[in-house]
Structure formats: structure tokens, C-alpha cells
């Protein structure tokens, strides 16, 4: 017998989650679900992201309503559109074994005018991102008259991303009679008000301590140097070679870039941020989900409402604005009572903000080291080998082809097939790390000057920290161009503009940093003449393209991120020529000024 029937669920719905694999109720579920059957008092419940929260509302409402009535009873307020799509698929599932059952998400960045279609041919359920739901309100498109309960899901976030007014303006044309179920991986003063506010004497239950982290997933921490950060997370993530995570970053430019440079790099990887249309959202989603991704790069309201099986890590590479986001950044992993590695990426200045989050979530950090080259090469080595070995042989297939397998390597010793083997994957490693240095930073290092001017560094010098180890990779030639992202040029027209004009292939071309009135290339050592030769009578919109070996022009004449007096005026002259390039390097300065906030 399933144990979800001993809840006071009706054999339909147990049926269902029986048919979609639910076995036994999480602690949250089995706590709420008899009190909200009873439907006679409002609800708070407290609990982790990744507990199953959405279960045990949704199957208390399912066995309240009544679906021979054809107008809306319950209202679902959620942040996220993906949250909001998650939701309603749940509750479809959980439904599938019930008659009549319509339930509408409401969210934007989606057609409203097909949204507006399904309420009109009629709807019990409605769940909704507060934005979209107050334009069809506002609209006069649907009545919440007779709503019997309302749910406030991850109602903290909500509150975060000032959502505050919305609420109240939706709530107030609900029935002042009508039941409200708040839930909340956390509980701060805001949450507790609206509590207050909407409430009358709430059940309040909450699974674990108010405001700590699964108890399943374990927390590291690597205090680095801001120059080495990316090189240090790309380490981390070598050295897990099964890793299937999440990468929080704080701002959107910061996502984007990190997700380029990963896949410039060769990795399974993407970016999830508010920029991007829904069709691109869920075009990354449905690649995360069928794992065709292995990191997904997320700020942290783009990945609110993600619901995705077994993530194996979720790595901070900056740390979030609020203490209380590591919570939810967390709880994507270790879902479902799997077990997850939590890892945050500091500085040595930002190293007590550790110790402000292990009081936070009544958890400790563990301080980890960054892997040498050396055991990243080891620990992929034998990743190969596990695979070689756990491979499945498809014995009638292979058969036919073993006689030339065979003869192609009679030459060959078994230890010269093992090594070829080995080695097919593994000198692409050994080649990167190849004089590999140690990035770890001691928490008392840099103090004062030294650690002064390694920040400014790391600020001035976006392009690097997203590029090789130590810079140009062996092999290839650094070029500096009068053109960057002032022109409009991102690294995919960059690149074709340097391939049109250069009459070379993309193959040959290495790392591309975009700056603002200049950018940095690399190209194959052996083509680097070609390049320069072709490019001298090219010119860009009237004015000349130059290019120089790239030399001083990065790391000096004590001038930040390598800007030279000439780069410098020269931006201030071209300025007028693009209106709008300038506002978007302002924009990301008041975006880093936001950062500091909140701690």
C-alpha cells in the first residue's frame, strides 16, 4: 500500500503519484497534508527548497475543490515563471486520475492572449507570477470571487524581488473568508508580516530549524585570489568529472560571460539569466534537463522554481547579495534525500562572510584546497578508464569489425593499446595543465597593498580571468585590435570579422577578449604573420583597423586592465560616434556598486 493513502488522500490521487513514482511522503507532506485536508484554518509551513513542498499543497487542494464547478477556487502566487510552470505540471500529474481538472499558468514573457483563452473556457486552478496576474486583473479578464484558498509559494523570494504591492493589490479582490497557505525556505521579518497581514491565528509548522540548509548537503569553501577565481573553478570542476551543476553568479554580464568562456573552453554548459525570451529559457532548460548540459550558469532569480534531479553540485562563483540566498541556492541540490556538494568560490577578504552563513544555516563550512594540475590529470585519467570499462559492448555489432580492430593494431603491445587509449583524452589535461600553478590563497595573504592592487586587477581585467591559465595558450599568438564592444562587437562577430578579413579559418583563432574601445585575440603562432599582413589597408566603418602584437598593452605601464593613455583617449574621442556604448559600461559599474550591499 502506498503510504500517501494513510494521509487521507482518495485512491485517484494515490494512484497517480503512485503511477509518477512518488513511494513515501517527505517529512514536509506528511506533516502538512492532514492539517490542510481539513481546510479550516490558514497555514504557514517552513521548509527547505527541495522538500516537496509543492506536493503537499497541491494534494490538499486537489481533495478540497470542486471540479463540477468550472470557475477559479484556488489562487498558486509563485516568483518565477519556471517556478510557476513546474507547479502547474505537478498538479497536472497529481490530477491525471481526476475528471474536469483545469488549471492555468499564468506568467510572462508568454502569449497573454493565450492565456486569456484558457481562463475564458473555464479554470480551478490558477497559478501565477504576481506581475502577469495583476495585467489580467487589470484587464477585468477573470473573477477571484470565488476563491476558497489562496498559496503564497517561496513567499521570501517574492518579497525579495519586491513583490510586495502586487500581493496586496491581487489579494484584495480576493474573498476576505478564503483560506491563505504560506510556504517559505525561510522566515524573515518581511515573511512574518505578511503572515500577520493576511492571516488569522495560522497553523505554523516548519521541518528542521528555521533558516538552515538540508542537513544531506555537505559545504566547502576555497579561498582564492580574484585574478585566479575562474582558473580555480574550472579546476574544481575538472577534477569532478561526473559533475552535473549549478553555477550561481550575481549579475547577469557575469553569467553570460562565464558561460562563453566555458563553452570557448570545450564544456557542456549555458547561461540562464532575465535577459534572455522565454523560448531561449526554456530552450537551455530542456538541454539541462536532458542533461545534454552539465553546468548551467544561473543568477539567482533566473533559477528560481528549478526542479531538476540529481545536481551534483551547486558552485557559488560569487556569493550572493543576501545570506539567506545561499539557502536557496543550496537546496537545488540534494533533492529528494539525495545527498549534494555546496561550494562557494571567496576571496580573502570575503572569507568572513563564511562564518556569517554557517550561523545563518547552523551548518559548517568545510575549507577546502584547490586541486594541483597534476591530481586533475589523475582524477580524469582514471574517469577515462572507469568508462572504458563500465562501457556496454554491443557484441553482435562490434563482431563484424573486430578482424580490422585487430589488424590495425598488430603492431601494437597491450600496454601500447592501454596507453594509446588513455591517452586520447587524457593529454588534452596534461597539455592545459602543463605548469599548472598553485591558486590557493591564504586568508592573511594580500593583506593591505598587495591585496589592493590584486583586486584592481582583477576588476580592470575582465577578459583574463575568463581565459586560459597564465595566458595565451602554447601555440598561439596575442594580437591587440583598435575595436571592442564601443563598435558593437561581441566574441561571434569579433571572430568573424577577423576570419573574413584575415581569409583564415575559425579553427586557427584561440581566446577573444572583448573590451570597450579595443579587444585582445589569439591566433595560431604560424598565422599570426598571415593575419597581420591581410589586415593592413582594412578599414572599419571609415576609420582604420591597426594591429599590434599585444606586448605591454595588457599588463602595464601601471595603467588598470592594460588600457594604454592612446586606448583611453581614443575611447573618450569615439564616444559621441556610438551613443549608448558608454551607458552600458556605467551600467555595469552601478551594478557592481549594488553588489556591496547587505552585508
Known sequence: MNPFSQLGLRHDIVNALTE???????????????????????????????????????????????FSENSPQALILCPTRELCL?????????????????????????????????????????????????????????DFSGVRYVVLDE?????NMGFQEDINDILSTTPDEKKTWLFSATMPAEVRRIAKNYMTDPHELTVGTKNTGNSNIEHHYYVVRPRDKFAAFKRIVDINPDIFGIVFCRTKIETQEIAEALIKDGYNADALHGDLSQQQRDKV?????????????????????????????????????????????????????KKGISIALVTPKEAGKIRHIERVIGKEFIKSTIPTGIEVCEKQLF????????????????????????????????????????????????????????????ESEGRGRDRDRSDRGDRGSRGDRYGREGGAQAGFSRIFVNLGSVDN????????????????????????????????????????????????????????????????????????????????????????????????????????????KRW
Open 383 to 442: 574517469s577515462i578508464i572507469d568508462k572504458v570499462k563500465s562501457v556496454e559492448v554491443n557484441e553482435e555489432q562490434i563482431n563484424q569489425f573486430l578482424p580490422k580492430i585487430e589488424e590495425a593494431f598488430q603492431d601494437f603491445s597491450k600496454e601500447d593499446v592501454i596507453k594509446h587509449l588513455a591517452s586520447l583524452e587524457f593529454n588534452r589535461f596534461l597539455n592545459y595543465y602543463n605548469g599548472a600553478q598553485d591558486l590557493n590563497s591564504n
Open 86 to 142: 513546474q507547479i502547474a505540471n505537478d498538479l497536472k500529474n497529481f490530477s491525471r486520475n481526476i475528471n474536469d481538472v483545469n488549471i492555468v499558468a499564468v506568467y510572462g514573457g508568454a502569449s497573454i492572449s493565450d492565456q486569456l483563452r484558457q481562463i475564458r473556457r473555464g479554470v480551478q486552478i490558477v497559478v501565477a507570477t504576481p506581475g502577469r496576474m495583476l495585467d489580467i486583473i487589470g484587464r477585468k479578464a477573470i
Open 155 to 159: 513567499a521570501d523570494e517574492m518579497l
Open 20 to 66: 509518477i513514482g512518488f513511494e513515501k511522503p517527505t517529512q514536509i507532506q506528511e506533516q502538512a497534508i492532514p492539517v490542510l485536508l481539513s481546510g479550516s484554518s490558514d497555514f504557514v509551513g517552513l521548509a527547505q527548497t527541495g522538500t516537496g513542498k509543492t506536493a503537499a499543497f497541491g494534494l490538499p487542494l486537489l481533495e478540497l475543490l470542486d
Open 285 to 337: 532548460m530542456k538541454r539541462y534537463r536532458d542533461r545534454s548540459l552539465q553546468l548551467l550558469i544561473a543568477t539567482d532569480v533566473a533559477a528560481r522554481g528549478i526542479d531538476v534531479n540529481d545536481v551534483t553540485h551547486v558552485i557559488n562563483f560569487s556569493l550572493p547579495d543576501e545570506i539567506e540566498n545561499y539557502t536557496h541556492r543550496s537546496g537545488r541540490t540534494a533533492r529528494a534525500g
Open 489 to 596: 562587437f561581441d566574441r561571434g562577430s569579433m571572430l568573424g570579422f577577423i576570419c573574413d578579413n584575415a581569409q583564415i579559418s575559425g579553427k586557427v583563432v584561440g581566446k577573444i577578449d572583448i573590451k570597450g574601445v579595443f579587444s585582445f585575440f589569439e591566433v595560431e603562432s604560424d598565422m599570426a604573420e598571415k593575419v597581420f599582413n591581410n589586415f593592413k589597408d582594412v578599414d572599419f566603418k571609415g576609420r582604420q583597423v591597426r594591429l599590434e602584437p599585444a606586448g605591454d598593452r595588457e599588463g602595464g605601464s601601471g595603467d588598470r586592465g592594460g588600457r594604454s593613455r592612446e586606448g583611453r583617449r581614443g575611447g573618450r574621442e569615439r564616444a559621441s560616434e556610438h551613443q549608448g556604448g558608454f551607458r552600458d559600461f556605467s551600467g555595469k559599474r552601478r551594478e557592481r556598486r549594488s553588489e556591496k
